[in-house]
Antibody, heavy 121, light 109 residues
Framework: EVQLVESGGGLVQPGGSLKLSCVGA????????MHWVRQAPGKGLEWVGR??????????SYAASMKGRFTISRDDSKNTAYLQMDSLKIDDTAVYYC????????????WGQGTLVTVSS | QSVLTQPPSVSGAPGQRVTISCTGT?????????VHWYQQIPGTAPKLLIY???NRPSGVPDRFSGSKSGTSASLAITGLQAEDEADYYC?????????FGGGTRLTVL
């Protein structure tokens, strides 16, 4: 079965850190470009960033508001992508989704169920 | 404020046709980048509905169709059904980044 499963969400204080994981199955994870998208409560989708495959040297890119605070990495031996979040702010409270970017369709074709991150004191 | 502009809400009766617009600029849709559409039923993850402006993934009913012209794109839903009640998002590319519309809530009356 094709799937992505996120984990690692939870409650964290402002200024704290959290690392999310995203495990892929049922598709060629190592050859896929993986992205993170978040959704604040009651709000729309917001692109966080992406990591390309080894064919593109694991290049990363981030949205402006997350650059310098968030780091995306991957371990293809574990079919896992990560989102390291540092210096967290209350506004970072959201459901975080990982998603596979299809290089055939140039769109996000596989989505995880999401993991909730709550930043609060 | 989203880079792509969508109406906050649309509604229609069962069997009717509705359209959802997605307005961009010369740096995204107008630059020739593709528009994709996602459906999100509240409490669930988004699902790819339309890719490459007009194409439907396998399993998406042909009641859903997409179009693009100039700096805008549209999603049309014909033969509206109760199960279509959801949030719809357009997505494109701008200055090296992926961008989403603010989302449109479709209510089936």
């Amino acid at each position: 079965e094709v799937q992505l499963v996120e984990s690692g969400g939870g409650l964290v204080q402002p200024g704290g850190s959290l690392k999310l994981s995203c495990v892929g199955a049922g598709f060629g994870f190592s050859g896929s470009n993986m992205h993170w998208v978040r959704q604040a409560p009651g709000k729309g989708l917001e692109w966080v960033g992406r990591i390309r495959s080894i064919a593109n040297n694991y290049a990363t890119s981030y949205a402006a508001s997350m650059k310098g605070r968030f780091t995306i990495s991957r371990d293809d031996s574990k079919n896992t992508a990560y989102l390291q979040m540092d210096s967290l702010k209350i506004d970072d409270t959201a459901v975080y989704y990982c998603t596979r970017y299809s290089t055939s369709w140039y769109a996000f074709d596989i989505w995880g169920q999401g993991t909730l991150v709550t930043v609060s004191s | 404020q989203s880079v792509l502009t969508q109406p906050p809400s649309v509604s229609g009766a069962p069997g009717q046709r509705v359209t959802i617009s997605c307005t961009g600029t010369s740096s995204n849709i107008g630059a020739g980048y593709d528009v994709h559409w996602y459906q999100q039923i509240p409490g669930t993850a988004p699902k790819l509905l339309i890719y490459g402006n007009t194409n439907r993934p396998s399993g998406v009913p042909d009641r859903f169709s997409g179009s693009k012209s100039g700096t805008s794109a549209s999603l049309a839903i014909t033969g509206l059904q109760a199960e279509d009640e959801a949030d719809y998002y357009c997505q494109s590319y701008d200055s090296g980044l992926r961008v989403f519309g603010g989302g449109t809530r479709l209510t089936v009356l």
